[in-house]
Nanobody, 125 residues
């Protein structure tokens, strides 16, 4: 059973930064692509960012492009989401997820097979 544990969420003022971490309890972390999603109250869970197993390929939602950076450290079984220039609209619960091994798409929740419990990010305006 794979466990994904997010940390780093909190309350920050608009324009500030946070770095989220997601630690995976698996020895095969480096063969899976990983992603971050978020869900605001009353809204569907939406794609934020993803990266390939090597970290060379990265993908971002248009709403965060240029402000968020996804990265990973395969030696530490951890994926990160650096969030800069935060806006009130970024307020949500943020989830990390493991992309299914045979999946070919990147942006849909159905392409990811394991999820963390989420971490709250609140941006005050």
């Amino acid at each position: 059973q794979v466990q994904l544990v997010e940390s780093g969420g909190g309350l920050v003022q608009a324009g500030g930064s946070l770095r989220l971490s997601c630690a995976a309890s698996t020895r095969t972390f480096d063969i899976y692509a990983m992603g971050w999603f978020r869900q605001a109250p009353g809204k569907e869970r939406e794609f934020v960012a993803a990266l390939s197993r090597s970290g060379v390929e990265t993908y971002y939602a248009d709403s965060v492009k240029g402000r968020f950076t996804i990265s990973r450290d395969n030696d530490k079984n951890t994926v990160y989401l650096q969030m800069d220039s935060l806006k009130a609209g970024d307020t949500a619960v943020y989830y990390c997820a493991r992309k299914a091994l045979l999946s070919t798409a990147w942006f849909e929740t159905a392409e990811y097979d394991y999820w963390g419990q989420g971490t709250q990010v609140t941006v005050s305006s």
